[in-house]
């Protein structure tokens, strides 16, 4: 008898040649980001160049909140990559439950690049995940002129022992206003000012 095997060669050679991170069914995305531009744009993360000496968080770029972000009881959270450009110095500080725990500095004109391997974890602090926590990243602005520059965080958050986060709540860009809506909303019409902000969406278990 012939016994065919599968033909798995295409995925073999996709994972060697496209960089894809494999969440399992009850992780998604968490990504804060800040860029500074002087291009106007409907993402929440885009702001006006930072000035010598301002500090500012990074925004949660599915909902439009600043950090700190708040990690629910029963759910675990994995840093997975950091990375950062800007045509000024700045110094960027990480915070867990509000205390600092690491910095890092970028250089202008070059790329600050860190993945996967040992960076912060939560259940690594709070093994038992039994109280709430939060993650903040600000930046800091060390030069002389406007930066121009982008800041990026990007996260695993892993349901452990509680139910999956379905809702998010989102801030619009233009008057601040909050609304609870569905996880899957990119596209939010302000019913205060009119305005559209927009936002990204990573689903549990990513996308196939
Ligand atoms: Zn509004």
């Known amino acids: 008898m012939v016994v065919t095997l599968p033909d798995y060669s295409l995925q073999i050679l996709r994972a ?55 990690i629910p009881v029963g759910y675990d959270f994995e840093v997975i990559k950091i990375w950062g450009s800007s045509s000024e110095p700045y110094i960027g500080r990480e915070y867990v439950d509000g205390n600092l725990d690491s910095n890092l500095h970028v250089v202008p004109f070059d790329v600050y690049f860190e993945q996967e391997i040992g960076l912060t974890k939560i259940s690594d602090f709070d093994p038992t995940l039994s109280t709430e926590h939060t993650y903040a990243i600000s930046i800091t602005h060390l030069g002389d002129e406007p930066a121009l520059g982008t800041a990026l965080i990007e996260a695993v958050l892993r349901k452990v022992h509680t139910e999956k986060i379905t809702t998010k709540v989102v801030r619009c860009k233009y008057c601040g206003h909050q609304e609870e809506v569905p996880l899957e909303t990119t596209r939010y019409k302000c019913p205060k000012c009119g305005m559209t902000t927009l936002f990204m969406y990573y689903p549990w278990g990513g996308r196939k």
Request: aromatic residues 14%.
């Open 16 to 70: 060697y040649t496209i960089k894809k991170y494999q969440l399992g069914t009850d992780e998604k995305f968490k990504i804060f980001m800040l860029t500074g531009d002087t291009e106007s744009s409907d993402f929440p993360w885009v702001i006006p160049p930072m000035e010598p000496g301002e500090t500012r968080y990074l925004i949660d770029v599915e909902t439009g909140l600043e950090m700190p972000f708040t």
